[in-house]
Nanobody, 123 residues
Framework: QVQLVESGGGLVQTGGSLRLSCAAS????????MGWYRQAPGKERDFVAA????????YYANGVKDRFIISIDNDKNTLYLQMNSLQPEDTAVYYC????????????????WGQGTQVTVSS
């Protein structure tokens, strides 16, 4: 099993930026991809972005592609999500995941999940 610990969430103003981090430990050799999901109040958990282990391939949800950047430090087993131009609708708990599934669309299942970090964007 892989253990994931997210950090970097917080409260920001509309238009601001945050950088989330996710540190992976344990059986990290089993990781072939990592991703970010988010769950807003009263809504289901949604896919945000994913990246292959070596960083060669990135994938984004349509609503965040031009604002968010996913990256990975393979040597440090750390995943990042740079979030720019944040809007109130980005307010959610953001979760890190290993090996998220793609079956024609990004699925909600993954091998491991972090506990989440809160991102709040105020007007």
């Amino acid at each position: 099993q892989v253990q994931l610990v997210e950090s970097g969430g917080g409260l920001v103003q509309t238009g601001g930026s945050l950088r989330l981090s996710c540190a992976a430990s344990g059986r990290t050799s089993e990781i072939y991809a990592m991703g970010w999901y988010r769950q807003a109040p009263g809504k289901e958990r949604d896919f945000v972005a994913a990246i292959s282990r070596n960083g060669g391939n990135t994938y984004y949800a349509n609503g965040v592609k031009d604002r968010f950047i996913i990256s990975i430090d393979n040597d440090k087993n750390t995943l990042y999500l740079q979030m720019n131009s944040l809007q109130p609708e980005d307010t959610a708990v953001y979760y890190c995941a290993t090996n998220p599934r793609y079956r024609g669309a990004w699925q909600r299942d993954a091998d491991s999940w972090g506990q989440g970090t809160q991102v709040t964007v105020s007007s």
